[in-house]
């Protein structure tokens, strides 16, 4: 059970991280204030404090629940047996980084994440280094016959997918255009494999 499943445990810290989500998302880590986030949470701002000891503690505890979530959702789409290899790699990616272009509060929430390096130390680093190994992994494991080989491995079409993915992420109007985007890169890479 990971940090963050132990922060969702308890209604009153989940309630208070799911609202802290929206006002980092609106404001950023600069401009919140608990008072901001107690009031959009429904508790007094002691209580707040008794739950988290300072701002710099309620940020890290909703941006690894972010990272997290994330995370774990990617991993259901690779574990889905009901879905091809390559839907499985759209709907994984989608899971972890599509969620990202739909709206305003999430393009904003985004951008926070990739840029609170002063607030999360390495725990963004660390976050897409998990999230591209369980993708090599992934590929490894259910690659169809012929897409790998000695000259094209899976972290190979990882690096390939996971760079272009981040980019992406930025650069789609949609994550509709985000997921189709990802499926002709694979298909780029199935033709190149042949």
Do not use: C
């Amino acid at each position: 059970m990971s940090n963050a499943d132990v922060e969702y445990d308890d209604p009153k810290r989940a309630a208070v991280l799911d609202a802290a989500v929206g006002v980092f998302g609106r404001y950023g880590f600069q401009k919140t204030s608990m008072e901001l986030v107690a009031k959009a949470a429904g508790i007094s701002r002691p209580g707040l404090y008794l739950l988290f000891a300072n701002k710099e503690q309620l940020y890290r505890a909703t941006m690894q629940g972010v990272m997290e979530r994330a995370q774990q959702g990617m991993e259901a789409r690779f574990a889905d047996g009901t879905l091809s290899f390559e839907e499985r790699i759209v709907a994984g990616l989608d899971a972890l980084m599509g969620q990202y272009i739909d709206t305003q509060l999430a393009r904003d929430l985004n951008e926070l994440l990739e840029n609170s390096e002063p607030q999360l130390g390495s725990m963004f680093h660390d976050y897409q280094e998990r999230a591209r190994a369980t993708l090599s992994a992934h590929i490894d494991a259910l690659a169809p016959p012929g897409l790998l080989d000695a000259e094209l491995r899976a972290d190979d079409v990882m690096d390939v997918l996971f760079a272009a993915a981040l980019t992406w992420k930025s650069t789609s109007a949609t994550r509709d255009e985000f997921r189709d985007r990802i499926r002709r890169a694979l298909g780029l890479i199935r033709r190149a494999a042949a």
